[in-house]
């Protein structure tokens, strides 16, 4: 290897939790850290740690959710208002109803922000916290409940 390029000192793999103890290493050379899960994995029931637990969650049952009682609505509503308006972005702006762009939007949003802020935490920090249940204290379990509850009162 050349003394510009210098092998670096430790690598990043995202596996998902069952297969992290097959794939943990250790090397003399390099060392290789893994994370726990996969930022926007399929989650695993039971969750086998906090973080499975967050994404399972706090993702993927309101991205569930939202698809399966908003879009038929939202998609009924544009249609009735605007029905000869073409493609669904112009159909929003065309509509005579004030603050349904403004709906859409949000609830793009709200879609879009958990799983960008968990992939960019989980890019940038290594493995975050508690690696499993059995780790999390009751004062941590109870913090994390808290937090859940203001996360589902927010986005209601």
Do not use: C
């Not at 399972?56 to 009924?76: A, K």
């Not at 605007?82 to 109803?97: D, F, M, N, S």
């Not at 916290?129 to 808290?146: D, K, M, R, T, Y």
């Amino acid at each position: 290897m050349s003394k510009d390029h210098v092998q670096p000192e430790s690598y990043n793999l995202m596996i998902s939790s069952e297969n992290w103890r097959r794939f943990q290493t250790d090397d003399d050379d390099q060392m290789v850290s893994t994370m726990s899960s996969q930022p926007l994995s399929i989650p695993d029931f039971p969750p086998a740690g906090p973080w499975d637990a967050y994404v399972s969650i706090i993702i993927w049952i309101p991205l569930i959710l939202r698809l399966m009682f908003l879009i038929v609505p939202f998609r009924n509503a544009i249609r009735k208002l605007a029905p000869h308006a073409g493609w669904a972005l112009k159909q929003v702006r065309e509509l005579p109803v004030k603050g349904f762009g403004l709906l859409a939007a949000n609830e793009i949003l709200a879609i879009l922000f958990p799983p960008l802020i968990v992939l960019l935490v989980r890019l940038i920090f290594d493995p975050i916290g508690w690696q499993s249940l059995s780790e999390v204290p009751n004062l941590g379990g109870a913090i994390l409940l808290l937090l859940l509850f203001f996360w589902i009162f927010f986005d209601i």
